[in-house]
């Protein structure tokens, strides 16, 4: 391949010496012209190959995955949370491990959880959001004892209840329990959530103006690798 690509410079460096020696002559000032930018085109042509050829060939670890799609998700939101004046705070970020869902699981979940937020909190209240590892043995408040390390992704906003869609009381169906999600888009998360062996928590304080929506996802114990896409 290296020899490929120095025969097709040699040939570039031969085309326009003939032309600077033949300028005087237009026809074939021309041809040697026509010839340079063909050798150029299929030179190009040959050394973006090499490069999708290295880069498809090429496993890249991959790491830091949950960060880096919160972080889009709320470059996503960022508009809408700034037309309603709502401080995001974010938890201290340490390092996570991979999780074993998806990325297009975990974009889904993310984006239509902080959507949700976005649509039913009143302006100039406050999103946090904190993760974190779960280290198999230790037990937090309201948790599940596991073997098992997890990532915990936690949102807490403020002014108002996230849970809860309340139209349903005006159909007289009776009450249902206190954190339990009765809105479309959270039932839909949840089950998509259970689908990939993690779970959703949803727990409102008792004043109903502080709702935590606590995401806990399996680990991924494998290493992973990806490979990068060709270039355009």
Avoid: C
């Amino acid at each position: 391949m290296v020899l490929f690509a120095k025969n097709r410079l040699d040939a570039i460096k031969a085309s326009a010496r003939m032309l600077q020696t033949r300028s005087g002559d237009r026809r074939i000032a021309e041809f040697f012209s026509q010839t340079i930018d063909s050798d150029v085109d299929k030179t190009d042509a040959f050394i973006r190959g090499l490069i999708n050829y290295v880069r498809a060939s090429t496993p890249v670890k991959k790491t830091n995955s949950v960060q880096t799609l919160i972080e889009k998700v709320l470059k996503k939101h960022q508009p809408a949370l700034e037309q309603k004046k709502v401080k995001i705070f974010r938890g201290p970020e340490g390092d996570l491990p991979e999780t074993t869902v998806s990325d297009d699981h975990l974009w889904y979940i993310l984006d239509s959880l902080l959507d949700y937020i976005v649509t039913v909190i009143p302006p100039f209240e406050t999103v946090g959001i904190t993760t974190r590892v779960a280290v198999p043995g230790r037990k937090g408040p309201g948790e599940d004892s596991s073997n098992e390390p997890t990532i915990e992704i936690r949102f807490v906003s403020t002014g108002h209840s996230a849970t809860q869609d309340l139209s349903w009381k005006r159909l007289g169906i009776p009450d249902l329990p206190e954190d339990e999600p009765t809105d479309l888009p959270l039932l839909l998360i949840r089950e998509v959530v259970g689908r990939d062996r993690g779970r959703i928590k949803f727990e409102s304080n008792e004043g109903r103006s502080r709702t935590m929506i606590t995401l806990t996802l399996p680990v991924e114990r494998r290493k992973v690798f990806s490979y990068m896409p060709p270039q355009g």
